[in-house]
């Protein structure tokens, strides 16, 4: 079974950067290699909302609040997504989750808090 897992969260101050990343087990490079990957982020009382995708081709997708500051990127040689995030704001403290997704199958991470202090 699929499994993603995060890692490289933390506190960090506004203005700070952190990078996320997300293996994926249990596959092949070459499955993994077609999974649609994203990443999305749920603060304390509110709904899981999308960051950030990024197709098997590597075409990318943000949520406007992040474009600019967040980029995405892939290494299918390590089953990996990473989500490089700049710039940060109070408002970005969440817990970020991995998705990956195709053909109708998706798996979720367990998530990876990012605090980040005004």
């Known amino acids: 079974q699929v499994q993603p897992v995060e890692s490289g969260g933390g506190l960090v101050q506004a203005g700070g950067s952190l990078r996320l990343s997300c293996a994926v087990s249990?596959?092949?490079?070459?499955?993994?290699?077609?999974?649609?990957m994203g990443w999305y982020r749920q603060a304390p009382g509110n709904q899981r909302e999308f960051v950030a995708q990024i197709t098997s081709g590597s075409s990318t997708n943000f949520a406007d609040f992040v474009k600019g500051r967040f980029t995405i990127s892939r290494d299918n040689a390590k089953n990996t997504v990473y989500l490089q995030m700049n710039s940060l704001k109070p408002e970005d403290t969440a817990v970020y989750y991995c998705?990956?997704?195709?053909?109708?199958?998706?798996?979720w991470g367990q998530g990876t808090q990012v605090t980040v202090s005004s």
């Open positions: 249990r596959v092949s490079r070459s499955i993994f290699s077609v999974f649609a």
């Open positions: 998705k990956a997704e195709y053909a109708g199958v998706t798996a």
